[in-house]
């Protein structure tokens, strides 16, 4: 396998350091033209339904402070120069094009990828030391940021902060990261970036979900079904042992009753695939409203039958699929399920394309995918 970034070994990360250790890649992404800059990321944050942080501190008394956008243009006027950084997620949706970053990172499943956190920092500029439960890759973009981490730290919270911040903090390593290098951070890792100069981060975040988001997605999962999942049943009851107790052999029919729920696999990928194609989405595509729309979309559908017309996904769209067998796949996109061909579905996770691209194209599923908005026609 070529390597997606530049000095990165795919097999040696994945092998040795994937969810085990830090890596840092020098250079990596010294070749990407980054088609935002700090003034961009300050207008973002300027615009509704953008959602952006201001975090400041240290101040000289050791006091942090946290602001949530938008915000008014003449904030980053009275802001100061010094110790202080503006956070923007979901970048990439915004602003699309960042979007071809996630190509570098094409060896790691897609649905596992979050979104595209970009900050921009003051000199001393930092969010605290904290630490984190997935992995990221923090992407130097402009200027130079120190990065100090330790794999065995204190875990206890400062409570007198408004940001989740480590108590104490022991740097056990230490790197300056400069334009285009890659440090790469497992679960679990303590870390705390302080700018050296004016300078724009990328975070890229590979989240997963907890046993309590599982849980949370299964309920919901069932209670949208035309079944409740089954429902506790004791037709071989023996006498109560005492009082209100709940007995092991009803705690082992409790086990079989949740096991069941999701014992075939074809129950599992379905719940799994609408789970992950919605998990932290901030905000879903809509159907093409109106008449006017309707009608562009239906044109442009009408020549996909017969040209090459080329399709884009909607930017706040997840997409994940299953394979149900050689021919057929289970598409996903935002919760929706979609029956296909698996080179079509991985066409539509790739960011879609010319409509001949992958072989044997579903015009059934593409036209479903469309009207529900999930596939936007170039150009619109």
Not at 248 to 260: H, K, N, P, V
Not at 347 to 375: F, Q, S
Request: hydrophobic share 40%; charged share 25%.
């Amino acid at each position: 396998m070529d390597a997606p970034l530049p000095g990165l070994d795919v097999e040696d990360f994945l092998a040795n350091r994937w969810q085990r250790k830090p890596c840092l890649i020098r250079g990596a992404l010294a070749n990407f033209d980054w088609p935002l800059d700090a003034n961009d990321l300050a207008g973002l944050a300027c615009e509704d339904q953008v959602e952006a942080r201001i975090i400041t501190g240290p101040d000289d008394h050791g006091a942090w402070t946290l602001e949530h956008g938008p915000f008014d243009e003449d904030r980053f006027e009275t802001i100061g120069n010094e110790r202080w950084t503006l956070l923007v997620q979901d970048v990439e949706k915004h602003y699309p094009p960042l979007a071809r970053l996630l190509e570098h990172f094409r060896f790691l499943p897609s649905w596992r990828i979050d979104d595209l956190m970009l900050s921009f920092a003051a000199p001393g500029g930092s969010v605290g030391p904290h630490v984190d439960q997935y992995d990221v890759f923090l992407c130097q973009v402009e200027g130079r940021r120190r990065w100090e981490i330790a794999e065995r730290f204190d875990p206890a919270r400062r409570e007198d902060v408004p940001v989740d911040m480590l108590a104490s903090f022991q740097a056990e390593q230490s790197w300056d990261l400069e334009s285009g290098d890659i440090l790469y951070l497992p679960p679990g890792v303590a870390h705390h970036g302080v700018a050296l100069d004016p300078c724009v981060t990328c975070s890229v975040g590979f989240r997963a979900p907890s046993a309590a988001d599982l849980a949370l997605g299964l309920g919901e999962w069932l209670a949208d079904r035309t079944g409740d999942g089954g429902r506790y049943r004791d037709p071989m009851l023996a006498a109560a042992p005492a009082t209100g107790e709940i007995d092991s052999a009803a705690l082992e029919r409790f086990r079989t009753l949740l096991a069941s729920t999701l014992e075939q696999d074809e129950a599992l990928a379905g719940f799994i695939g609408q789970f992950m194609s919605r998990y932290r989405q901030a905000h879903e595509p809509l159907p093409i409203p109106g008449e006017d729309g309707r009608a562009a979309l239906e044109s442009a559908l009408l020549e996909a039958h017969s040209t090459t017309t080329d399709w884009i996904t909607h930017p706040w769209a997840r997409f994940a699929w299953v394979r149900a067998n050689d021919d057929t796949a289970r598409l996903f996109a935002s919760g929706r399920e979609y029956a296909c061909t698996p080179g079509f579905a991985e066409w539509v996770c790739r960011g879609a394309g010319a409509i001949d691209a992958p072989a044997g194209v579903d015009r059934t599923c593409l036209t479903a995918l469309a009207r529900n908005g999930h596939l936007i026609p170039a150009g619109d």
